[in-house]
């Protein structure tokens, strides 16, 4: 009798051992050296927490590819095919590294030289707009001595505006300052401005652009005439100059212009 109690004693202990094993082991549910156990929090949290996908931003518009032209000109277009125009042949178009200061991020500039090394036009986009106060007393008599329609990209809605133009136009101070360019607003109230624009409103990829020889023009005094100022004695001088085979090539060249729309 004796015997069977100790042996039913050792069995009870031992299936008592076993149930707290198990229990211990159900507790943990883990291993040493296996992955933890999953969070406890609910599916739907996980899910909705997971990070969305963001959707693609639209692709700029581009010029479309033109054929080169029937003579020696070239065509050139930007890398981001933004803009594009013909050239004469021996002239060069390369980007500027350091346009300064008063245009947005990421906007196109491009400087044109002819076959000697010498500046012939830049090309800029994101041009910040300038302050465009001015009194009577301040503005000076410019004249227009060329107005040429082009085709181009313009959403310039002031009273001001007009049509895309290819201006020449000289503002009178000790001489007379002369700048051609595209512009699509008029130079000033009855024949006077501090100011003419040589630029372009264009659609929001472009914003402000302009393709000349300045981006404005206005009278100097001879403290401010550098070595690349434009200036006649007269306006005849001018006009002499503007009607001749010197001009033909600039003005081709700027009319050429295309601009993504």
Do not use: K
């Given at each position: 009798m004796s015997r069977s109690r100790g042996t039913a004693r050792i069995a009870s202990t031992g299936a008592l051992l076993l149930t707290v094993t198990l229990a211990v082991s159900g507790c943990t549910g883990v291993e040493i050296g296996d992955r933890p156990a999953q969070s406890a929090v609910p599916s739907s949290d996980i899910s909705s927490a997971a990070p969305q996908p963001t959707a693609e931003p639209e692709p700029k518009p581009t010029v479309g590819e033109r054929p080169a032209p029937d003579d020696d000109w070239q065509v050139f277009t930007d890398p981001e095919a933004l803009v594009s125009f013909e050239l004469p042949p021996g002239w060069t178009a390369q980007p500027i590294e350091d346009p300064g200061e008063g245009f947005e991020p990421d906007s196109v500039h491009v400087a044109v030289e002819n076959a000697d090394g010498d500046p012939m036009a830049e090309l800029h986009t994101g041009i910040s707009a300038a302050d465009g106060d001015c009194s009577p007393a301040d503005a000076s008599p410019y004249t227009v001595i060329l107005s040429q329609p082009v085709d181009l990209p313009s959403t310039a809605e002031s009273d001001q505006s007009i049509d895309p133009r290819l201006v020449v136009r000289l503002i009178e101070g000790y001489r007379f300052f002369s700048s051609y360019g595209v512009t699509d607003v008029v130079g000033g109230a009855d024949g006077a401005a501090c100011e003419l624009a040589n630029t372009v409103q264009g659609p929001e990829h472009i914003g402000l652009y302009s393709f000349g020889d300045a981006i404005s023009l206005a009278?100097?005094?001879?403290?401010?005439?550098?070595?690349?100022?434009?200036?006649?004695?007269?306006?005849a001088d001018a006009e002499e100059f503007f009607d001749s085979g010197q001009f033909t090539e600039i003005r081709r060249m700027i009319a050429s212009l295309d601009v993504a729309e």
């Open positions: 009278a100097l005094t001879p403290e401010q005439v550098g070595s690349r100022t434009a200036s006649f004695e007269t306006i």
